[in-house]
């Protein structure tokens, strides 16, 4: 964790070839608030902020998974061009605080960025035992909103290993993913495009 007396360590990072920073994970720490704080209406802190220009400055990503809405926009207004959502869903499909409103994705895009669409059932879906048709419902929703070439997978596999999602609970399963898609009509390209080549745009783009 990055701190005042540790800001230093950015440059050290980034000349060890981090390249994509996560300001915090599921706590608040020296540089903002969390997705599910109690603390909802404050974003990054006056060292948050300087952090976050530095890492950016630098060519870092920022990302944003982890951060409340208030943060999300510090971020948007510091460093829009460089951020982006590795992993997380539409908050108007699972109400959850770690997931984002229509209006940040639509923010989101606007800036470049792209958001992953994140395979933990609990942010998929809360009311039932989630199936691989909520994520493709996810997947539609941002389609809808902002076009293809916003959306990614970040399916977290390397991370969860409880509330996995029917059809879908491992790498191995990600061709039941493709055949729903194709079931609804999208193409190959659009597949590839989810799968990979968006990210692949995102990345060239803000590392290059």
Known sequence: MITPESEHLLDEWYGMGLRSFGPLWNKD???GVAAASDRPREGLSAFGKRAIRRASKLGMMIDCSHLNEAGFYDVLEIAGSRMLVTHGNSRALCPHPRNFTDQQIKDLAAAGGIIGVFFSGKY???DVP???DDIVAHIEHVVD???IK???LGTDFGGITTSLVHGIKKLEDMPNLQEKLIAKGYSQ???EDIFKKNA???LARVLE
């Open 29 to 31: 720490n020296a540089i």
């Open 124 to 126: 998929v879906r809360y």
């Open 130 to 132: 989630p199936t691989i």
């Open 145 to 147: 909103l902002v076009g």
């Open 150 to 152: 916003y959306l990614a």
């Open 189 to 191: 390209a659009n597949i």
């Open 200 to 202: 692949e745009r995102y």
